[in-house]
């Protein structure tokens, strides 16, 4: 195989189960990337284990269901895993039963009652900063005492801004940061492009790295992350991404599609 760039790739086995981002890859401004659904129909008719993977921490996996069946894109929720779960997953890996003072909306307050979370603001063991459209200063003053205080200091992902109609809206990793300088603490990201997310999403549908091909159209947090966790990597260029823009990163992806109608032949080979 040859990879974006001409680089020499080893041979890898047939892919048997996909991860794909959200954004930019399925769905675009709230209308679906053509051949989106086409695809995710073929990974059902030929019984390919996916999930749909997204830093987005503010929604459910129910809620994000709803909005993506809105576009015509039907992906059951037990099929989207997001940086709340994947960071839900970890706490109750490091610490069982544990607490947490959650800044967040219900997708992370959700998942951490999920797996037997307590949410407290009393001598929590972590404080976990996710996404809200409602920073409030009172929560990250007590964010910040805590943190102080020895409560270890989790983030769902680091991205600095995200999108709205109006332009971009501080996200969490800005909000992490400011923390930071107030308590010379950083954080711990679980989110892309952690490759943790990626690992934890692996076990959850009994994938392996070597069969399991990564489809993202960012450079930055898809397409690092699936390399770091071992897995296929396939840039889109529906999102984020350029072609021209490739070049400035010192990994590549192993190919560049323009869109993931591009795959679905591949995914009906394996």
């Known amino acids: ?23 930019g890859v399925l769905v675009s401004e709230e209308a679906p990337v053509p051949g989106a659904a086409e695809f995710l129909e ?14 987005n921490s503010i929604f459910t996996p129910r ?9 015509g894109i039907d992906v059951p929720e037990e099929r ?5 779960l994947a960071t839900a997953d970890f706490l109750a890996a490091q610490q069982p039963g544990g607490s947490a003072f959650p800044i967040g909306e219900a997708g992370l307050t959700t998942a951490l009652h999920e797996v037997g979370y307590t949410l407290t603001d009393v001598e929590p063991d972590f404080v976990v900063l996710g996404e809200t459209r409602t920073y409030s200063f009172e929560a990250i003053t007590q964010a910040i005492r805590l943190v102080a205080q020895g409560a270890r200091f989790i983030a769902t992902n680091p991205d600095t801004t995200g999108p709205s109609p109006e332009g971009p809206l501080p996200a969490t990793g800005a909000v992490a940061a400011l923390i930071t300088r107030a308590t010379g603490i950083d954080p711990y990201f679980v989110g892309k492009p952690n490759p943790m997310m990626f690992r934890s999403a692996l076990n959850r549908i009994g994938a392996h790295s070597e069969t399991t091909v990564m489809v993202g159209d960012r450079m930055e947090t898809d397409i690092v992350a699936g390399i770091e966790a071992g897995l296929d990597t396939v840039l889109v260029l529906s999102g984020s991404t350029s ?3 490739v070049g400035a990163f010192p990994y590549r992806p192993a190919r560049i599609v323009n869109s993931v109608a591009d795959l679905i032949d591949e995914v009906a080979t394996g």
């Open 63 to 71: 809620d994000l269901s709803a909005r993506l069946r809105r576009t």
């Open 243 to 245: 072609r021209s823009e």
């Open 42 to 55: 073929a990974l059902v008719r030929h019984e390919r284990p996916f999930l749909v993977l997204t830093n």
């Open 80 to 84: 989207i895993w997001t940086s709340a």
């Open 1 to 23: 195989m040859v990879a974006a760039g001409g680089m020499s790739m080893p041979q890898r086995p047939p892919a048997e189960c996909w991860l794909t981002d959200m954004d």
